[in-house]
């Protein structure tokens, strides 16, 4: 069954520093979502992609948060630099269309601890 | 703008016992409903949705939740617990003008005693 893939699974990164996460969604996916989870909350979109294009960057902290999805296919999350409060787990979902007909399928995170 | 609430951050029950986990959404258009189940240190996992076909809606492992529009809730129940029902659950809501973008509840953690 293919699946949504995530890597690294684990982060820690000391506060100031870089840090990228990545995502491989399921093959014919257009649309793909990353969602942050701080502990003890549910996940709130960070930003949207349909192909290549962001359709829905209205929560990223753009001032240390970049994502770029070149190809369409996988796609990058950046910070710059590093917050103790950017401590969570970061989720990337994709889905075949846009709209919640469409299934999202869940990869299985990454989990950044910033110290 | 909508939203979703999850009564009870902590909810236990006895293997075998009824399971009960409420969820109401705020929304001024028909919403799109979901539960998701989160085993610890992995990803979402889809139980069930509603999309406007029948209330009551019948998921994976045993699941099911029920629609009620006039209480604005989508409460999630299982007849029997067991022991691998243990995992955090979290109610979303979507609207189709938004993309798809899912708007979840805190969570609840399902505990299963034996």
């Known amino acids: 069954e293919a699946e949504v893939a995530q890597s690294p699974r684990y982060k820690i990164t000391e506060k100031s520093q870089a840090v990228a996460f990545w995502c491989d969604p399921i093959s014919g996916h257009a649309t793909l979502y990353w969602y942050r989870q701080i502990l003890g909350q549910g996940p709130e979109l960070l930003v949207q992609f349909q192909d290549e294009s962001v359709v829905d960057d209205s929560q990223l902290p753009k001032d240390r948060f970049s994502a770029e999805r070149l190809k369409g296919v996988d796609s990058t999350l950046k910070i710059q630099p590093a917050e103790l409060g950017d401590s969570a787990m970061y989720l990337c979902a994709s889905s075949t269309g846009q709209g919640p007909s469409y299934e999202q399928y869940f990869g299985p995170g990454t989990r950044l601890t910033v110290t | 703008a909508q939203s979703v609430t999850q009564l009870g951050s902590h909810v236990s029950v006895s293997e075998g016992a009824l399971v009960l986990l409420r969820c109401n959404y705020s929304?001024?258009?028909?919403?799109?409903l979901f539960w998701y189940v989160q085993y610890p240190n992995q990803g979402l996992q889809l139980l069930l949705k509603?999309?406007?076909?029948?209330?009551l809606v019948k998921g994976i492992n045993g699941f099911e939740a029920e629609f009620k529009k006039s209480e604005t809730s989508f409460h999630l129940t299982k007849p029997s617990a067991h022991m691998s029902d243990a995992a955090e659950y979290f109610c979303?809501?979507?609207?189709?003008?938004?993309?798809?973008?899912?708007?979840f509840g805190q969570g609840t953690e399902l505990s299963v005693k034996p």
């Open positions: 509603y999309t406007s076909a029948a209330t």
């Open positions: 979303a809501v979507s609207l189709y003008n938004q993309g798809g973008k899912l708007i």
């Open positions: 929304s001024s258009v028909p919403p799109y």
